[in-house]
């Protein structure tokens, strides 16, 4: 597509419940970074894909959170049993190399805990 | 990872040309410095990177002095939709774990 498309673009949801977010990057991007925006407060990584594979899992939060991406494009971002705390905008962004500052952020998804 | 200082906020008018500043003090020799806008409710979007002395593109231009420890983000005469969160960031280009600070907010008024 034009850009990264990210879906849903709000999701509420309850405390316990399990969460997924989409992520389509730009086709033929083979880097994709998921991270994760706390309000008023910078970007913080959570893991990145090259290809189907995910060599840097280290940011992600706790083992509640997993992440896949098949046919090397889109990802899920998964949280399970969720908590308060998992509040937050979770953005995804696309590059065609790894390490290339020309990312391509999508418009992030609101999750909200309640 | 090298850390970067930037001003809380700013506030300008329109038609003014705005300059935001970054303090980067241990930059290593093959850190890059970058920065990216950010309007309400949209992902960051790159604006512009350099290595040393200045950079300029259709959006801004980015001044880098001799010793790399600061750098600073000019916008030419500035609407009100340069309204955004400014992000310097500063490390390898191959480094995706950069550290974000919570930014510059700009406003822009009438």
């Known amino acids: 597509g034009a850009g990264v498309s990210q879906s849903p673009s709000n999701k509420v949801t309850e405390k316990g419940k399990d969460v997924e977010l989409r992520c389509d990057p730009i086709?033929?991007?083979?880097?994709l970074y998921w991270y994760r925006q706390s309000l008023g407060q910078g970007l913080e990584f959570l893991i990145y894909?090259?290809?189907?594979?995910?060599?840097?899992k280290s940011g992600l939060p706790s083992d509640r959170f997993s992440a896949e991406r098949t046919g090397g494009s889109v990802s899920t971002l998964t949280i399970q049993r969720t908590q308060q705390e998992d509040s937050a905008v979770y953005l995804c962004?696309?590059?065609?190399?790894?390490?290339?500052?020309?990312?391509?952020f999508g418009s992030g998804t609101r999750l909200t805990v309640v | 990872l090298a850390k970067t200082t930037q001003p809380i906020s700013m506030d300008s008018y329109e038609g003014q040309e705005v300059n935001i500043t970054c303090s980067h003090n241990?930059?290593?020799?093959?850190?890059?410095i970058t920065w990216y806008q950010q309007f309400p409710s949209q992902g960051p979007r790159f604006i512009i990177q350099?290595?040393?002395?200045?950079v300029t593109n259709e959006v801004a231009s980015l001044f880098i002095p001799a010793d790399r420890k600061s750098s600073t983000l000019s916008l030419p005469r500035v609407s009100l939709s340069d309204t955004a969160v400014y992000y310097c960031?500063?490390?390898?280009?191959?480094?995706?774990?950069?550290?974000w600070g919570a930014g510059t907010k700009l406003i822009i008024k009438p």
């Open positions: 960031l500063v490390g390898r280009d191959s480094n995706y774990q950069l550290i």
């Open positions: 241990n930059i290593a020799t093959n850190d890059y």
């Open positions: 350099g290595y040393k002395t200045k």
């Open positions: 086709s033929g991007h083979t880097a």
């Open positions: 894909f090259q290809g189907n594979s995910a060599p840097d």
């Open positions: 962004a696309s590059s065609s190399m790894v390490g290339n500052y020309g990312y391509t």
